[in-house]
């Protein structure tokens, strides 16, 4: 199998996708001539014209509202936000119209909303966040964020085939840091399913995203420690049953996420495995994320509040000790 | 247990109870709560020993508990004044105690409103404990689970976590070293037999002093209870030890026939009684020069606590049961022993007593008399072998060696023989 | 920008066919307004008589303009429809006793309990149905749009929203959109004189029909409480679309003849408004024409109102919705399938009979 990127792989499975299935097609601003502000379809529209391909005015309740109609017409748009942080103004759309569609009338929308996220970049508060949070209060959305280019090929292409809105997490930092054999044609990585990065027994990171090589990384050596990293992959559905599994092998986890705390991703775990691991526990549950601030444009800055491979490693050093 | 009431109406005493009519004294083996703890009516105030018993004594009342007036390790006698209750407290209110800075309310702290990676609680330095009321260092939920779930005292495992918690890493070791020394886990019994070990190389005289052992423990309270018991009884019987063999094959049968499968000791034990009906000169006390022979059998039945040591828990009036009752019975004291919550009585009495260490292979045993009793039966692995059975064909039996230690003040081998033998009959005639 | 207040002459559409009323489709208009009139208002009774839980949101007055715009539409055309435009529902095939228990939360209501009130559309009729922030559903009809448009097809969206609405900002991207891909699309736009109370002079400049022409396309003004006009103005806008024209603006001048919501008494109206529009009501004049014209209007009443208590007791022998099913539906295990809907103006009556 060849060896691409994870943004590679991110465009490899869009276009897979609608060469295979004319009714898939993308709508973003800037995707078409200029392939997209990170190049996701580069090259895109020579090969399925501007129709499929469309560059859409600077609407991002456009972009996802017409999305909603088409997709209830029988079409699979994969909408673009040029960055996650403008999903803002197309929140609305989605939220309200498409994420509730289905539970008021029985109305599919199978639709794709790419989300580039997160920070490390010095791209200050509006171009860095990890906004998943805000979905997972939004019943009738799926929620998505895949680590690997194998796991952004194949949940894109899950996703585009869901029956539902599915909001897809692609972490800028990993566009061309990660990288690994991805097998070619379609494939589906199936929503709803956890996977281990790595077995552990003494301790547990639960996370997802980009977070998941920096947690691989951090725990690598820790004193000989047996560290467990399960990545989410999907956070609706959330696979609660691989998070209660680590917990009842390791007894200790630490939650990683670099979007911010408060009524989090990590929040949401917690407290399932309070309540359903209660018994299981072998010291408190600890997350590591960013604090409750935007994330700030200068470096020193930014570096404070995202979370680092030092922050992991000493956490998990100390639910270690415990 | 009994408390008074002091003149100051407020302060009820918690004072060290008779554990049975033959004890006059008692020792502190450990306080559960100290000067300042909160304690509720009922819930254990601390852990005493007597030559009988390990037990939990309950608080008499609900209050602060203001003084500790006996030492843990410290033998005092019964109704001794052990600790001082303040029954004009309330929980959650500071108390007065200035030599106590680290009591305080056993209630949860305030949260901490630190966002750090672990919450840091804010507690003062203090001895490693587990008191699991506030105090000590805190019992997580999975050791808590996995303590119940084996019946593990967790006072007895070394923490190797923060402030010496016991985590669950050293809690499932303490388990796997338990299982190690007991294959089959849910009743093990043994007997308090003589360590046949060859003893220690007998090297030439050392030219120097040993040194001493360097990181050493002390036995534990328990295991010096049973070695002054063993030694005292080594120091009055006359130990003489006699041996049968018997076929099993039809207790192997009655077994396999069962409603619930039991193991060969409450087979053996109903053979065992109404052999000492046939014989009741082996049921039994010789106290100085005073012999009483009981009329009825009060059974003891030796019970492992895995390191701890042993206890000889009695099914009184043993005669009066079947083998399915004796079966019931057995378990039912084996667990309550494990669980520290024999009775005193349930200890007391015992007429006749058999251990049963044969579930680890061993063929042969000299038990030691369990004092003032005159006999104990052990009873041994039961093995398959060839044996000349109907004249002189050979068949493959499953045979064990009975193996009877018996006191020759009391009585005399002839006697002795002629009892186990009735024992090998009713087990090899077993009929129900 | 053309305005349209009468009827005008024959319009040719793509197809040839001429657009025209037969009379038969002129009684269907005045059955309709009326089945409306007379559904909102059992709704209403029902809302006095505490059968109906929340608040309750009619289109009294507003008529003309979701029957006349709807009337147009062909089965395989698809619709927004707002929650003053009852007549549009009814013209594509929902039943007034689905609409009583839906606005009893009912079981058998359109959305069996998940939803209340007009908040309710039946795909299977080829409607998506409206959320309560305006427009948005303006932004999905010209999805809906995009699809027709991409895959060639020669059909038409249409949606209503009221004056209100123009001022959101997403009204501006759904015009602007419609503009820039000439989407296949009616936008009828219901000026009822008051966004719940804020009167016209609070909500624009500039009638927001002047809007449709710097966006690339024509808006028409019409009298929304002239059923015909209004058909006549949409079927020309409907037949543009269809033929590749593009999308119009549809400013229907209407009056909403009761409080924004049940508890709403009005008292910001001035008395002399509610007397003029009161004579202009739309079912009334309608009516009298058509007797005029020699149309038996009694008859037409009397079915309306045989149908409507039939269907009362339907809906009021729905039982409520199992509180399981609450927790049903969040997510979709199945493709969407959009149904088509009834449509019974004469010209479709007629093409399906020489298909």
Redesign the interface.
């Known amino acids: 199998m060849p060896e691409i990127t994870y943004l590679q792989a991110i465009s490899d499975g869009l276009r897979e996708e609608m060469r295979h299935d004319e009714s898939v097609?993308c709508l973003g601003e800037d995707i078409g001539a200029f392939g997209g502000a990170f190049k996701v379809t580069d090259g895109f529209i020579e090969e399925f014209g501007a129709?499929?391909v469309w560059d859409?005015?600077l609407?991002e309740?456009?972009i996802?509202?017409?999305?909603?109609?088409?997709?209830?017409?029988?079409?699979r748009?994969v909408c673009e936000m040029q960055f996650a942080d403008f999903i803002s103004c197309g929140f609305?759309?989605l939220v309200?119209?498409a994420a509730?569609?289905?539970?008021?009338?029985?109305?599919?929308?199978?639709m794709t909303v790419r989300l580039p996220s997160g920070g490390g970049f010095s791209g200050g508060p509006f171009h860095s966040q990890n906004p998943e949070a805000w979905f997972l209060q939004s019943?009738?959305l799926?929620v998505v964020a895949p680590s690997t280019p194998e796991d952004a090929k194949g949940l894109l292409s899950a996703a585009i085939r869901d029956?539902?809105p599915v909001v897809y997490l692609e972490h800028k930092h990993l566009y061309r840091r990660a990288k690994g054999e991805v097998a070619e044609g379609r494939f589906e990585i199936p929503l709803g399913e956890a996977r281990v990065a790595r077995e552990g027994t003494?301790l547990s990171v639960i996370t997802y995203g980009a977070m998941v090589q920096l947690a691989l990384d951090a725990t690598e050596d820790l004193d000989g420690a047996s560290v467990e990293v399960l990545d989410l992959r999907s956070l609706v559905p959330l696979d609660t049953g691989a998070i209660l599994e680590s917990v009842r092998k390791t007894?200790k986890v630490v939650v990683l996420h670099e979007a911010t705390?408060s009524c989090g991703v990590g929040a949401e775990v917690s407290a399932l495995i309070a309540q359903e691991a209660?018994?299981?526990?072998?010291?408190?549950v600890?997350?590591?994320t960013a604090?409750d601030t935007p994330v700030p444009f200068s470096p020193p800055l930014e570096r404070a509040v995202l979370p680092q491979p030092d922050?992991v490693r000493?956490?998990c050093l100390?639910?270690l000790?415990? | 247990m009994s408390s008074s009431p002091t003149s100051a109406q407020t302060t009820v005493d918690v004072v060290m109870p008779q554990m049975g009519v033959s004890v006059a004294e008692g020792t502190v083996a450990e306080w559960r709560k100290r000067v300042g703890d909160w304690v509720e009516a009922d819930e254990t105030i601390l852990e005493i020993s007597t030559d009988k018993i390990e037990t939990e004594v309950p608080s008499p009342a609900s209050g602060r508990v203001t003084e500790v007036l006996v030492d843990v390790g410290s033998t005092v006698d019964v109704g001794t004044v052990l600790a001082r209750i303040d029954t004009g407290a309330k929980p959650g209110e500071p108390h007065a105690d200035e030599h106590a800075p680290q009591a305080g309310p056993a209630v949860a702290e305030p949260a901490a409103a630190e966002a750090g990676p672990l919450p840091e609680k804010a507690h003062p330095p203090e001895p490693a404990e587990h008191g699991g009321n506030g105090h000590g260092p805190p019992i997580s939920p999975v050791v808590r689970r996995i303590a119940e779930e084996h019946q593990i005292d967790l006072s007895q495992i070394e923490g190797s976590g923060r402030r010496g918690r016991v985590t669950k890493r050293d809690v499932l070791a303490f388990l796997e070293r338990r299982d190690d020394a007991a294959a089959e886990r849910p009743l093990h019994i043994e007997s308090p037999y003589r360590d046949e070990e060859p003893a220690p190389v007998q090297e030439p005289a050392p030219e120097r002093e040993a040194a001493p052992a360097v990181g050493g423990e002390p036995l534990s309270l328990m295991r010096q209870k049973i070695g002054e018991h063993m030694r005292r009884s080594l120091d009055t019987a006359a130990h003489c030890t006699t041996i049968v063999e018997a076929d099993m094959s039809r207790i192997e049968a009655a077994r396999k026939s069962g409603r619930e499968k039991l193991t060969y000791l409450p087979f053996v034990a109903r053979a065992v009684i109404a052999a000492l009906r046939e014989y009741p000169m082996l049921n039994a006390t010789l106290e100085g020069d005073r012999l009483t022979v009981h009329e009825e059998v009060n059974l003891g039945v030796a019970v492992s606590l895995g390191e701890d040591g042993l206890i000889v828990p009695v099914v009184h009036n043993a005669h009066e049961l079947s083998h399915e009752g004796l079966a019931a019975r057995i378990k039912d004291l084996a667990e309550r022993a494990r669980a520290k919550r024999l009775e005193p009585d349930e200890v007391r009495g015992g007429t006749f007593t058999i251990t049963n260490p044969g579930a680890y292979g061993a063929l042969l045993a000299t038990p030691i008399i369990n004092q003032p009793q005159v006999a104990i039966l052990d009873l041994e692995a039961v093995v398959k072998r060839p044996v000349v059975v109907d004249g002189d064909s050979i068949a493959i039996r499953p045979m064990t060696y009975l193996c009877m230690s018996w006191d020759h003040r009391a009585l005399d081998g002839a006697l002795s023989a002629q009892f186990l033998s009735a024992v090998r009959r009713h087990i090899e005639e077993w009929s129900g | 920008m053309a305005t349209t207040t009468a009827r005008p002459a024959a319009i040719e559409d793509g197809g040839g066919a001429s657009v025209d009323l037969t009379g038969d489709d002129r009684r269907a208009l005045l059955r309709y307004m009326l089945l409306m009139r007379a559904t909102e208002e059992r709704a209403l009774t029902l809302y006095r008589q505490g059968k109906v839980p929340g608040s309750f949101y009619d289109g009294r007055g507003q008529e003309a303009v979701s029957v006349g715009a709807a009337f147009t539409l062909g089965p395989r055309d698809r619709t927004c429809i707002l929650h003053r435009d009852l007549g549009a529902h009814l013209i594509r095939g929902v039943k007034p006793g689905r609409v009583l228990a839906q606005m009893m939360g009912r079981a058998g209501g359109v959305t069996a309990g998940k939803d209340g009130n007009m908040h309710f559309a039946d795909h299977q009729l080829g409607c998506v149905g409206m959320v309560s922030m305006l427009p948005d559903m303006a932004l999905v009809t010209c999805g809906l749009a995009i699809a027709f448009q991409m895959r060639r097809e020669p059909r038409v969206a249409m949606t209503w929203f009221g004056e209100g609405s123009t001022a959101n900002g997403q009204w501006h991207e759904a015009m602007n959109v419609a503009g820039i891909r000439k989407l296949p699309v009616v936008f009828i736009l219901e000026n009822n004189q008051f966004a719940y109370s804020t009167p016209n002079d609070h909500e624009f400049a500039v009638d927001p029909v002047k809007r449709a022409e710097v966006y690339g396309f024509p808006g028409v003004k019409v009298d929304g409480n002239d059923v015909e006009a209004v058909f006549f103005a949409a079927a020309q806008a409907v037949e543009r679309a269809r033929s590749g024209g593009g999308p119009t603006l549809i400013e229907a001048e209407t009056m909403r003849m009761h409080g924004h919501g049940a508890h709403d008494d009005m008292s910001y109206v001035p008395k002399e408004m509610v007397e003029h529009w009161t004579a202009r009501d739309p079912i009334d004049n309608y009516e009298r024409k058509l007797r005029e014209e020699g149309f038996d209007t009694d008859e037409i009443r009397e079915s309306v109102k045989g149908e409507l208590d039939a269907e009362t007791e339907w809906a009021l022998a729905q039982p409520m919705p199992e509180p399981h099913t609450a927790l049903e539906g969040v997510f979709a295990t199945e493709d969407p399938v959009l149904g088509d809907g009834n449509a019974p103006w004469s010209r479709w009556q007629r093409e399906a009979a020489n298909a």
């Open positions: 097609f129709d499929r859409t005015p609407a309740n456009a996802i509202g017409t999305a909603v109609g088409a997709a209830a017409e029988g079409l748009p609305d759309q309200n119209v509730k569609m289905h539970y008021r009338q029985g109305l599919a929308v199978p019943p009738g799926k029956p539902n003494d007894s705390r209660f018994e299981d526990l072998d010291g408190p600890v997350r590591v604090p922050d000493r956490a100390e639910l000790a415990y």
